[in-house]
């Protein structure tokens, strides 16, 4: 497997090639990545994509589903906040 290196919310993480953000946010030891307005912790619920818990931006597009989306070297990861009315 191939190295790759993404930012999360500027800080380096390491991970491999045709690893999901999601899988590789996990392997970095973080277990939620987003909080709801209520300040809930939102991570993986479903893993394939249908719950949208694990959304972040990625490369400023907001709404990205870490599940699904494969990491790629050098794409910057930014956790969001739930900001839903």
Same mark, same amino acid.
């Given at each position: 497997? &191939?190295?790759?290196?993404?930012?999360? %919310?500027?800080?380096?993480?390491? !991970?491999?090639? !045709?690893? =999901?953000?999601?899988?590789? +946010? +996990?392997? =970095?030891?973080?277990? =939620?990545?987003?909080?709801?307005?209520? !300040?809930?912790?939102?991570?993986?619920? /479903? $893993?394939? $994509?249908? /719950?949208?818990? /694990?959304?972040? &931006?990625?490369? !400023? +597009?907001?709404?990205?589903?870490? /599940?699904?989306?494969?990491?790629? %070297? $050098?794409?910057?990861?930014?956790?969001?906040? %739930?900001?839903?009315?």
């Amino acid at each position: 497997m &191939t190295d790759i290196h993404v930012e999360v %919310d500027g800080t380096p993480v390491a !991970g491999l090639a !045709g690893q =999901s953000i999601a899988a590789l +946010l +996990l392997a =970095s030891g973080r277990t =939620s990545w987003r909080r709801t307005r209520e !300040g809930r912790p939102r991570g993986v619920f /479903c $893993g394939i $994509g249908a /719950c949208f818990d /694990c959304v972040v &931006t990625v490369n !400023g +597009l907001r709404d990205v589903r870490a /599940c699904l989306r494969r990491a790629v %070297d $050098g794409d910057r990861v930014e956790l969001q906040e %739930d900001d839903r009315a």
